[in-house]
């Protein structure tokens, strides 16, 4: 057979070269597609923005204004506690009222810690104004009268701060419980609870004129809580006093004739720290009776 191939040979051998190329470049192909992961599939729906959440943000934990008070005839604090983790909810937060002792101010309850003794499971929130440095929440001067602050003004400051404004309960420390349990006398039917710490009460004429602050025997007589016990109605009262305290008497005198719903009297003095150690209890207290 002759080493010279034909045309016809020479056009087959091209031709088979050129299939196998082809075929080989569409097998490379599809390997090298098989290797690579899509980056989305178009029959996928792509999810399309999320609406706002509808729910509102929570109000602040703290609030602390300055407001002019008629009443008192000057500029106080107003500071109002809420418990984390609660949205505004426009107004409906329960509000409990506290009453500071003498020589200190509205900012006596920060200093105590009321704010981290709220919880959301008994949601409701703290209110505290400046009630004077010696005025027993009542009115013993002409021009400062505590408690029509209270009753009069209080509530309009409390619809600004988007809480009740009616207090469901009422706290007081030392000169605060005196004044926490004249604001009951005034509230019977509004105030549900009443927690006093280590109340400043004077059973005798001679000890409330021994404080300087009375002007005389006829207002003590009108605002003295130990007077007008049956006037607290049915009213929760909650009372705490230190064995140490020089006004335990008073306070056992209280416990005595109010029965209240529930009394303490354990280790401590007329100080911050007794106050501290029994706000827990007193707050969880008002809690119960939201």
Known sequence: MSGRMSRRQVIGLAVGG??????????????LRQDKTPLSDVRTPIPGPTDPPTTKPPAPLFESRKVFSKARGREVSLLVYRPDGLA?????????????????????????????????????????????????????DPGDDPQAMLTDELPAWLAELGVSTKPFAVLGVSMGGYGALNYVRAHTGQVRAAAVLSPALFPTWAQAKARDVFPGRALWEQTEPLLHVAELGKTALGVWCGTADPLLPSANQLIDTAKPAVARTGDGGHDADYWRRALPEAMSFIGSHI
């Open 18 to 31: 050129t299939a196998t190329t082809v075929g080989l470049g569409i097998f490379g192909a599809w390997a």
């Open 88 to 140: 505004d909810d426009g107004g409906t937060l329960p509000t409990c009222l506290a009453l500071h002792g003498r020589g200190a101010n509205a900012n006596q309850f920060t200093d105590l810690g009321v704010g981290d003794n709220l919880s959301a499971a008994a949601a409701y929130a703290v209110v505290a104004v400046d009630g004077g440095d010696a005025t027993y929440w009542v009115r013993t």
